[in-house]
Nanobody
Framework: VQLVESGGGLVQAGGSLRLSCAASGRTFSNYAMGWFRQAPGKEREFVAAISWNGGNEYYADSVKGRFTISRDNAKNTVYLQMNSLKPEDTAVYYC?????????????????WGQGTQVTVSS
């Protein structure tokens, strides 16, 4: 599976961005998807995950109520809607795919990763 993220950029605190991750190469609906982020000097951290059919979602406490993960299997795309952004959300955001049908939370379980997209939130 090849994954390509887009939608990152510079936004003021309180603003919104929507990240997209387009998948190709395999049957997208066979994969659980996740979003992770990595800030400078920090480890990659879990942000959100979604099951193969979008029926189940899970969020990190730090983004719960502000971010929404969704997927469109017809378009082979997973999204991350980010609202009420904070400076601490600044990071490179990565999408990932795992050959699983449920929720996958650990980065070590994911088989495929995108190249990342930078999100910068100014105060």
């Amino acid at each position: 599976v090849q994954l390509v993220e887009s939608g990152g950029g510079l936004v003021q605190a309180g603003g919104s961005l929507r990240l997209s991750c387009a998948a190709s190469g395999r049957t997208f609906s066979n994969y659980a998807m996740g979003w992770f982020r990595q800030a400078p000097g920090k480890e990659r951290e879990f942000v959100a995950a979604i099951s193969w059919n979008g029926g189940n979602e899970y969020y990190a406490d730090s983004v719960k109520g502000r971010f929404t993960i969704s997927r469109d299997n017809a378009k082979n795309t997973v999204y991350l809607q980010m609202n009420s952004l904070k400076p601490e959300d600044t990071a490179v955001y990565y999408c990932a795919a795992d050959r699983d049908y449920g929720l996958v939370l650990s980065p070590h379980e994911y088989d495929y990763w995108g190249q990342g997209t930078q999100v910068t939130v100014s105060s």
